[in-house]
């Protein structure tokens, strides 16, 4: 393939890693789809491709919908032990983050409720509310009709919209959103971590952090919440064992969420995901799972970061 085609190729690599992302919930699951499209793009006859964004739009999107519909998918995302890669600000496989919609549609409570989604219905959405595709585009795209685009939308939309949120955190809003989160945590009083959070407020972690794998740990109130935290940010000398040492906390955003990140020698031992809601926290996510950290460690490691909230934990 000569340089003109690899070019072009690359050129569009970080936007159809953004689409598989918000397709498929994983990062690696995105860069291999990208990468078969790269050989799909390699081996094509491209004098004839009058478009490649649009051609490799479209080979992206049904490479990504054929893993959603693998048999491997369903086994592992049934299991209730599935829950999106977490991905650092400024990672580029985020995408576009212009609009409200964009934004929304790579948070890790809309990527959850995805799930819920028929493949074509996901495929729709994400196109429509994070690419701007109109529905004509789309039809051609997923070889639909234009209407069917449309109704695609409509009940992808309703089921979403539990999820939907206009907060805007900037980094200094984060920052202080999760330092008072922190320090409510290590304060070893529930009732100040109670009060950061909304009525409904609701948790879930996939509980290696607790040392437990297997089924994702769901704490459905803010009391449940609050001693799940109370408990995790209580440093014991067999939380640092498996930690593998004294680790640093951290203010973060991820997937345009504040976070707490706790970090150990450079590496990502895990992070708190906080869902803000006016002005209160309304949904607490934890990961982890080495398998669920590797993409957003090597950007840590390449960003430059603020002074940790807690040197050494």
Same mark, same amino acid.
């Given at each position: 393939?000569? $340089?003109?085609?690899?070019?072009?190729?690359?050129?569009?690599?970080?936007?159809?890693?953004?689409?598989?992302?918000?397709?498929?919930?994983?990062?690696?699951d995105a860069e291999d789809t990208v990468q078969d499209a790269f050989?799909?793009?390699?081996?094509?006859?491209?004098?004839?491709?009058?478009?490649?964004?649009?051609?490799?739009?479209?080979?992206?999107?049904?490479?990504?919908?054929? #893993?959603?519909?693998?048999?491997?998918? #369903?086994?592992?995302?049934? %299991?209730?032990?599935?829950?999106?890669?977490?991905?650092?600000?400024?990672?580029?496989?985020?995408?576009?983050?212009? $609009?409200?919609?964009?934004?929304?549609?790579? $948070?890790?409570? +809309?990527?959850?409720?995805?799930?819920?989604?028929?493949?074509?219905?996901?495929?729709?959405?994400?196109?429509?509310?994070?690419?701007?595709?109109?529905?004509?585009?789309?039809?051609?795209?997923?070889?639909? $009709?234009?209407?069917?685009?449309?109704?695609?939308l409509h009940r992808a939309? #309703?089921?979403?919209?539990?999820?939907?949120?206009?907060? %805007?955190?900037?980094? +200094?809003?984060?920052?202080?959103?999760?330092?008072?989160? +922190?320090?409510?945590a290590a304060s070893g009083r529930t009732e100040r971590l109670v009060a950061l959070l909304t009525d409904d407020a609701t948790g879930i972690s996939d509980g290696a952090g607790f040392g437990r794998t297997g089924k994702l740990i769901r704490f459905p109130t803010p009391e449940r919440i609050a001693r799940a935290m109370r408990a995790g940010f209580k440093p014991t000398p067999a939380k640092r064992r498996l930690a593998g040492g004294s680790p640093s906390i951290h203010a973060a955003k991820v997937n345009g969420c504040p976070a707490v990140l706790v970090s150990l020698d450079e590496r990502v031992a895990g992070v708190v995901i906080l869902e803000i809601r006016g002005d209160k926290i309304a949904g607490v996510r934890g990961i982890a799972a080495p398998s669920r950290l590797g993409r957003l460690t090597a950007e840590w490691m390449r960003q430059e970061h603020d002074a940790p909230l807690i040197g050494s934990w």
């Amino acid at each position: 393939m000569d $340089t003109a085609a690899v070019a072009c190729f690359e050129a569009s690599r970080h936007r159809l890693a953004s689409l598989a992302y918000r397709l498929l919930g994983s990062a690696a699951d995105a860069e291999d789809t990208v990468q078969d499209a790269f050989l799909r793009w390699q081996a094509a006859d491209r004098e004839y491709i009058e478009v490649p964004e649009a051609w490799l739009t479209k080979i992206v999107t049904h490479l990504s919908l054929d #893993r959603l519909r693998s048999a491997k998918a #369903r086994r592992e995302r049934a %299991v209730g032990a599935w829950m999106p890669e977490p991905l650092l600000d400024g990672d580029p496989m985020l995408g576009p983050a212009d $609009t409200v919609e964009q934004r929304e549609s790579v $948070t890790l409570a +809309v990527l959850t409720l995805m799930e819920r989604l028929s493949p074509m219905e996901r495929a729709v959405y994400v196109l429509r509310e994070a690419f701007a595709y109109s529905h004509g585009e789309i039809a051609e795209i997923l070889g639909i $009709t234009e209407s069917g685009s449309q109704q695609h939308l409509h009940r992808a939309r #309703r089921r979403i919209a539990a999820a939907r949120n206009d907060t %805007v955190i900037d980094h +200094v809003s984060a920052r202080g959103i999760v330092a008072a989160f +922190v320090e409510a945590a290590a304060s070893g009083r529930t009732e100040r971590l109670v009060a950061l959070l909304t009525d409904d407020a609701t948790g879930i972690s996939d509980g290696a952090g607790f040392g437990r794998t297997g089924k994702l740990i769901r704490f459905p109130t803010p009391e449940r919440i609050a001693r799940a935290m109370r408990a995790g940010f209580k440093p014991t000398p067999a939380k640092r064992r498996l930690a593998g040492g004294s680790p640093s906390i951290h203010a973060a955003k991820v997937n345009g969420c504040p976070a707490v990140l706790v970090s150990l020698d450079e590496r990502v031992a895990g992070v708190v995901i906080l869902e803000i809601r006016g002005d209160k926290i309304a949904g607490v996510r934890g990961i982890a799972a080495p398998s669920r950290l590797g993409r957003l460690t090597a950007e840590w490691m390449r960003q430059e970061h603020d002074a940790p909230l807690i040197g050494s934990w």
